[in-house]
């Protein structure tokens, strides 16, 4: 490897060091509460060095949601052939409660933690199924809703996929923040949260649909 690609390497792998590390950090610290400063001590890095990785906590904290919601977008895109769109939208439900499970602190930061709206900085393309995780699941509402699946009086999409999107994400996150509390005998999240999932978009089907 030549110098130019190992000092590429070496940059990348620094950018992913302080990454990691603030998302830890606003996700248990508070994004307010978090400074570049900190981020910088617990990477052992001086706080110049980040700047020249991220201008400021913004960037920072743009870059990290553009990064996961992504990886979500990119996990919807699997099930984006399936014809029928009420398996799409269970198998959607299967998915999006995976990625929480497995990826505990980047669910946090992207819809546990309070920080500033970044939306407008993002790369990701808003509206577009490919890139935004939302709309694929508004795209497979509005599939149901054209292929007369869903109750009549339920034509907004939006509302229909708000409904599903709550009835994963109020398992996952109460798995997330509760899951070593031992005053509950706590049942297994996925077995849990699909069956929360298949009852939300059962009430959603027109009888017989």
Request: net charge negative.
């Amino acid at each position: 490897m030549g110098t130019k690609e190992r000092r590429e390497r070496e940059r990348v792998d620094t950018r992913h060091k302080i990454l990691d590390a603030a998302r830890e950090m606003f996700v248990r610290e508070g994004y307010e509460a978090t400074t570049m400063r900190a981020i910088a001590d617990r990477v052992e890095y001086t706080p110049t060095a980040i700047y020249h990785h991220f201008r400021n906590k913004e960037a920072l904290l743009t870059e990290l949601c553009t990064a996961d919601f992504r990886a979500l977008a990119d996990a919807f895109q699997k099930i984006g052939q399936v014809a029928d769109p009420v398996e799409r939208l269970q198998r959607i439900g299967r998915t999006y409660i995976e990625f929480g499970v497995m990826h505990p602190m980047h669910y946090r930061l992207m819809f546990m933690t309070a920080h500033p709206d970044v939306s407008g900085q993002s790369a990701i393309r808003q509206g577009d199924p490919a890139e935004d995780a939302y709309a694929f699941l508004v795209s497979a509402c509005e599939d149901a809703i054209a292929a007369g699946r869903f109750r009549t009086e339920l034509s907004d999409p939006h509302l229909a996929a708000q409904l599903l999107w709550a009835s994963c994400h109020g398992v996952v996150s109460l798995h997330i923040n509760k899951e070593h509390d031992t005053w509950v005998e706590w049942r297994d999240v996925r077995i849990t949260a699909a069956a929360m999932h298949d009852t939300m978009l059962r009430g959603l089907l027109r009888l017989g649909a």
